[in-house]
DNA sequence: GAAAAAAGTTGCGTGTAGGCAAGTTTGCGT
DNA sequence: ACGCAAACTTGCCTACACGCAACTTTTTTC
């Protein structure tokens, strides 16, 4: 479904894009963030310095994409995936609630280090834009397209609402690692999330009624 | 209502500001925007190229900051002042193609300028954000701060919406420069932003009979 | 299967973003 | 009015992003 065709030449690039993130974690943690350059991660990878800006517009990207990962491909799959009979609004928040909290527990660690550093935190709250695109075919998909407009304006909600919903976590993560304790849990990002996109769930149920009418005429 | 105490300090801030974004924009329109640094600008306003950055994160952003101009606040105020009688989502929807349908004849060759240079298209459509913060005060005062989150979510949501057509008219308008005659129409506006809005409308309906609901219990 | 075309990599050079610490200006309490 | 504290400006310095043009590798075409 979402593997072409192949070819050697983007089986390369794909396992240089994941040589770059996983390089660059892997020395974030070791020696903290601040302490990576950019040349390094280049060397850890395998290639020269400035292919490594032919994947990544900033230091940060690659640190979070491999938290990020793949996962606005998969979110846009969920979508998809959800049997007919439930409505959109329900399949598009169970589908995000689901591939947000994965339980990647070696992301954990990682997730420390990306609340503390404000760059990374930055970066790692843009990730959520990755979405749209996928999400508006996903959601395209189920409307029956009729009008690809509204499917791409519900998929940029929907981000925006997910952005909404990381930057409280964060905020919530970091202050309770101030206040004291350790810090992972924090508050629930499901229910963080689930707050966040209830009150796009009128709009998601208009479109769908909306499409079904129009596809009844 | 929006002019604090005022005091010296403030105001200076916004004077240099100000500088800033009418000399990049000066400049950029007389060399054409390629030829003019940072350091250039910096020189016009009057203050050290280290300022600039204080203000400014990016080359692109004081230029196209001279256009977007202070219209997050006029929006946030604009939806602040709309009768009580009209629904939430109306009063957003005017407010919105209000502001962004200005009459600004100065602008004009402006965003001629920004069309033509990938770097000043997104840090055009970047602005959008920036509306967010003002326009969750403005809508939070219309719920009548029952519910914060959902405030933020609305807004980050119309600021998405808005987004997503601001890039069809700037793509609309790229490629009708690129296909023949003058460029300056392309596509309205104003239509745009409202079919890009029309989507949302059922959520800030359904917000707002929420609020009236729980406010009467 | 060889040659042309398309796509990707790399080094170089220029301009830029931002941390830090010292110097300057503004605001405020007394 | 005075002086202290907080906020802003600035120069210096390091690392970084990205255009460009030459070169290498994969894909396509005949």
Redesign the interface.
């Given at each position: 479904m979402t593997t072409r065709p192949a070819g050697l030449r983007e089986q390369k690039k794909q396992a240089t894009r994941e040589a770059l993130r996983t390089a660059a974690l892997r020395l974030a943690l070791e020696r903290g963030p601040d302490n990576v350059r950019v040349d390094d991660i280049a060397e850890a990878a395998g290639v020269s310095p400035r292919t490594y800006n032919n994947y990544f517009s900033s230091r940060e990207q690659a640190i979070v994409a491999a938290v990020a990962g793949e996962r606005e491909a998969r979110v846009a799959a969920a979508v998809a995936g959800r049997p007919r009979g439930v409505g959109l609004a329900d399949a598009v928040i169970e589908a995000i609630v689901d591939q947000y909290t994965a339980p990647d527990e070696s992301a954990r660690d990682a997730l420390l280090l990306i609340v503390t550093r404000p760059a990374l935190r930055e970066a790692f709250v843009e990730t959520t834009t990755a979405i749209e695109h996928p999400l508006t075919d996903a959601i395209a998909g189920r409307l029956g397209d009729g009008d690809p407009?509204?499917a791409?304006?519900?998929a940029?909600?929907v981000?925006?609402?997910v952005?909404?919903a990381l930057e409280q976590w964060l905020q919530a993560t970091v202050s309770s690692a101030t206040a004291g304790g350790l810090v992972v849990p924090s508050g629930s990002l499901p229910d963080l999330l689930r707050?966040?996109?209830a009150?796009?769930?009128?709009?998601l149920?208009?479109?769908e009624q909306r499409a079904l009418r129009h596809r009844r005429q």
């Open positions: 407009h509204t791409r304006v519900l940029a909600s981000a925006a609402a952005r909404v707050a966040a996109l009150p796009l769930a009128p709009a149920d208009a479109a």
